[in-house]
Structure formats: C-alpha cells, structure tokens
C-alpha cells in the first residue's frame, strides 16, 4: 500500500527534471513560446522554485540547448568499419531522428535559442559542427585537411541543416529520400571539389573504392551513369 508522499528530489535531479520538461515542451513548440509558468507546472513545482534552480528563464533555456547539442552532437559518431556511404547514411538517420523527435527545439537550437540566442547558445551548435566536420574526417582517414576539403565538408554540414529546417516546413518530400540524397550530396560535392584538384581527386577514388554496387555511393554512380549512358570518361588534367 502507498501512501501517496513524493520522493524530494535532490538540487541536481530537480534540474535534470526541468531541462527533461523544458525539451519535451520543446519539441511541440518554440522556445520563446513556452513560459517558465508552463514548464514549472509540468513539473510539478511552483514557479519561484524553478527560479531558485535556475535564475532566469535563458539559463534554463541554456542548460536545455546544452542536453540536446550533446545528444545531437552524439549521433554524428559512427564506428569506422564497413562501407563508407552506408556508415553516412545510418548517421543521416540518426540526424533525422533528432529532428523529427525535436521538431521547434531543432530551429531554436540553430538559431541559438530564443530571441536570436546569447554567445553562449551560439557556441554550442558551432560545437555541434565541428564535431560533425571532425568525424566525417575520421571517415574519410584524413589528419590535415586541405582548404579544398574543408569547404566541402562544412558546406556539407550547412546543407543537411537547411535541409532538415525545409523539411520540418511542411516534410512535403519523404524523409528517407532526404537522407539517401544527403549522402548523395557529399559525394557530388566531392566529385566537383576532384575534378579541380588532384588531392581532392584521390580522396574521392578512395572514398568510393570497394563501395558494394548496392551501396549509397553505389547507387548514386548507378543513377548518374543512367542519366548519360556512354559518356567517355576524361583525365583528370
């Protein structure tokens, strides 16, 4: 038999329960749409004791910024075995999940926050990105990146982050289209970025060398050879 009395949360469970509250109201609405009133009533509590966890509405907005930038920045992080293309494929997928579980919270967290967002909240998502850009390096066996390659890799980045925000406005295309052409679109970039340069070049060979034919690089040479059947190949010059 239960006798109906709460567990008092310690300072540190408390907090962790209000950035839980904060991203699930989040996920349904913007940032500068929810009030500390409605997520102090999700917990349960008052609002003064909201105040005493967290002195202002945009630290809490911070701390939550804070769990979803290391939860997103996590899924960028893949093992680097087997095939290239499907190894970006399954982390486009995991990029999608956080997008379609986050909806708002995912543009609030591009923008930086509510109301354009502080330094602060701008530095996260900037480390969100530099996580992205490093383990894309990891996958592509590159140590010092040329100019040429870290252009591609962060307009890659930038991409798929229009592309997410556009999809959220209305998903009018599948969502797993959307993640097949992403990866799609990193090998097209490479591919413009290679025939202007001769280390851009070999990093595309090797990016796509022992790719199975049913593979998303695969099937994106199996696309483009459909489109222009017997065209001759050209040196690079």
Not at 73 to 100: N, Q, S
Not at 114 to 125: F, L, T, Y
Not at 193 to 203: N, P
Not at 210 to 228: I, N, T, Y
């Amino acid at each position: 038999m239960t006798t109906g009395v709460r567990r008092r949360m310690g300072v540190e469970e408390r907090k962790q329960q209000l950035i839980g509250v904060a991203l699930e109201l989040f996920s349904h609405r913007s940032p500068e749409d929810v009030s500390i009133d409605e997520i102090a009533a999700a917990a349960g509590i008052s609002r003064p004791l909201v105040y005493h966890y967290f002195p202002g509405k945009q630290s809490l907005y911070e701390a939550a910024l804070r769990r979803a930038a290391d939860d997103l920045a996590a899924r960028f992080v893949e093992p680097p075995r087997g095939p290239r293309g499907a190894r970006l494929l399954r982390v486009m997928g995991r990029f999608f999940d956080f997008v379609d579980e986050h909806g708002p919270g995912f543009s609030a967290l591009l923008r930086g926050g509510p109301a354009g967002g502080s330094s602060s909240a701008n530095a996260m998502i900037d480390e969100v990105r530099q996580i992205a850009y490093e383990q894309t390096l990891i996958h592509l066996d590159v140590e010092k990146p040329s100019a040429r390659l870290e252009l591609v890799i962060r307009s890659w980045v930038s991409l798929a982050e229009t592309t997410a925000l556009l999809w959220l406005d209305g998903r009018r295309i599948p969502r797993a289209e959307l993640e097949l052409q992403l990866v799609h679109d990193f090998a097209a970039l490479a591919a413009v970025s290679a025939a202007y340069d001769r280390e851009m070049a070999d990093i595309l060979v090797r990016m796509l060398a022992d790719e199975p034919a049913d593979s998303p690089f695969g099937d994106l040479v199996a696309r483009l050879s459909a489109l222009a059947p017997g065209v001759p190949d050209q040196p690079l010059r």
